[in-house]
């Protein structure tokens, strides 16, 4: 009688986050767009503009007298996000500059105060529901506007010692409420929000942590106003019990998995097209189509999500560089999203070819191999003979014949391959697509 083949387990099916709440959606859905847009978008050189430069908020109002996106419209924008496969959007409500996209009553540093004179967030979180996404909202915890704000290391005024002894006497306590009067307004006054992204503490000396935001106050009154609300981890809580969600890396790729205590958790790393987040006119860094659709596919692979950021311009259009990019993936995600939707590490059992990586659907039970490097007719993967079903490529369902490994040899000396190692017998030309994937259906 033959022995049943035991069913792979996904390392993600009992994922949790450290709050516990439900972040089915969140790694189901694996790919957001992050959109960075403010005053700086009129700079077009870099987010931080104000910091870099050690600009005064006087010398920066020149860009809040003539903030007018006249072409701004927020339902191409969601658009181009649903058809490269981003399943939600986190947009910055406020960055650094301390500018806010939304009428807020709380402050007159707001976009109906420029010549746009509207609401900019209201129309934009519409748009990106209406497309099925689900909605982030980022919010600077720093503020370089606001009168209260002591100044620190990350202050454009942090090395002017004049400015900062006639500011000396600036009393965090009452920005802190601020934030917490800003929060309320957006987690009250727009619809179901899914995904809080603070940004960002940074404790010790010149600088500010979970005191200075009053942190866990903040963080109950983001999860009473909006239960179910996932939160990133920058709030200087990572010790506290409900005080985040979602572990986030920032332009980096990481080694494995993110875990606490030896479990895996929701994760996500953030990333650029280049090396700005804001709209930067002169940046030259691009990543091309196949590098940012690798960077999606190896983040996967390790169970994290990614959140690839676009600048729009300061007449709210997507640049076209940023255009290209987002077709390039449509293209792509056209072809081979279920290897990215729903998907996840392969099980551990598993280990992915030379050059290649495995995502892993559990409940549909199909293996994805993303081939980097295309091999010469043959690709072998050890701990599968006999445990696939079928076998095709992806963008154009072609069969891959199949061959277990007893008997088969490997390179021109002829090594014999172990009883377990499934051979996987592959069109000598590479398919036209950014990154070929390879369906395993498994018994």
């Known amino acids: 009688m033959a022995t049943r083949k035991k069913r792979p387990t996904a390392r993600t099916a009992t994922r949790k986050p450290a709050a516990g709440t439900d972040a089915s959606w969140f790694e189901q859905g694996r790919f957001g767009m992050f959109i960075h847009w403010g005053l700086y978008s009129l700079a077009a050189r870099h987010e931080w503009v104000q910091k870099r430069e050690r600009m005064t908020c006087e010398e920066y109002h020149r860009y809040f007298e003539r903030f007018d996106p006249d072409l701004y419209d927020p339902v191409q924008w969601a658009r181009a996000a649903r058809d490269a496969g981003m399943r939600y959007v986190v947009v910055t409500a406020k960055h650094h500059e301390g500018f806010c996209l939304w009428d807020s009553e709380y402050t007159d540093y707001k976009a109906t105060n420029t010549p746009c004179a509207r609401d900019l967030l209201a129309p934009l979180l519409e748009a990106f529901r209406a497309e099925g996404l689900r909605i982030g909202l980022y919010y600077s915890l720093l503020d370089w506007h606001h009168g209260q704000f002591p100044v620190d290391r990350h202050h454009p005024m942090s090395d002017d010692a004049e400015f900062r002894k006639a500011n000396a006497g600036r009393d965090v306590r009452k920005y802190a409420r601020y934030v917490r009067n800003q929060v309320t307004e957006l987690l009250t006054k727009y619809g179901p929000i899914d995904y809080m992204w603070y940004d960002f503490s940074y404790p010790g000396a010149d600088g500010k942590g979970r005191d200075d935001w009053e942190s866990l106050e903040l963080m109950k009154l983001t999860r009473r106003l909006q239960p179910g609300i996932l939160i990133n981890d920058r709030l200087d809580l990572l010790d506290i019990p409900g005080g985040w969600d979602v572990r986030t890396t920032e332009q980096v790729m990481v080694r494995?998995?993110?875990?606490?205590?030896?479990?895996?958790?929701?994760?996500?790393?953030?990333?650029?097209?280049?090396?700005?987040?804001?709209?930067?006119?002169?940046?030259?860094?691009?990543?091309?189509?196949?590098?940012?659709?690798?960077?999606?596919?190896?983040?996967?692979?390790?169970?994290?999500?990614?959140?690839?950021?676009?600048?729009?311009?300061?007449?709210?259009?997507?640049?076209?560089?940023?255009?290209?990019?987002?077709?390039?993936?449509?293209?792509?995600?056209?072809?081979?999203?279920?290897?990215?939707?729903?998907?996840?590490?392969?099980?551990?059992?598993?280990?992915?070819?030379?050059?290649?990586?495995?995502?892993?659907?559990?409940?549909?039970?199909?293996?994805?191999?993303?081939?980097?490097?295309?091999?010469?007719?043959?690709?072998?993967?050890?701990?599968?003979?006999?445990?696939?079903?079928?076998?095709?490529?992806?963008?154009?369902?072609?069969?891959?014949?199949?061959?277990?490994?007893a008997g088969h040899l490997s390179g021109a000396l002829g090594r014999q391959l172990a009883d377990d190692v499934l051979t996987l017998e592959l069109p000598v030309v590479r398919p036209e697509v950014a990154v070929p994937v390879i369906e395993l259906m498994l018994n």
Request: aromatic share 8%; hydrophobic share 35%.
């Open 256 to 405: 494995e998995g993110v875990t606490r205590d030896g479990k895996p958790v929701p994760w996500e790393t953030c990333q650029t097209f280049s090396g700005s987040w804001g709209y930067h006119r002169e940046e030259s860094t691009w990543k091309s189509v196949r590098q940012l659709v690798y960077l999606l596919i190896d983040t996967v692979s390790k169970g994290g999500n990614l959140l690839l950021n676009v600048g729009p311009t300061a007449r709210g259009t997507f640049d076209a560089r940023a255009t290209e990019r987002l077709e390039g993936i449509a293209a792509w995600m056209r072809l081979c999203a279920r290897s990215i939707h729903g998907c996840g590490p392969a099980p551990d059992e598993l280990s992915a070819p030379e050059d290649c990586r495995l995502t892993y659907n559990a409940e549909t039970n199909r293996l994805y191999v993303h081939v980097l490097n295309w091999p010469l007719g043959r690709l072998h993967i050890e701990h599968l003979a006999g445990r696939v079903a079928y076998a095709h490529l992806l963008h154009d369902a072609g069969e891959v014949r199949l061959l277990d490994g």
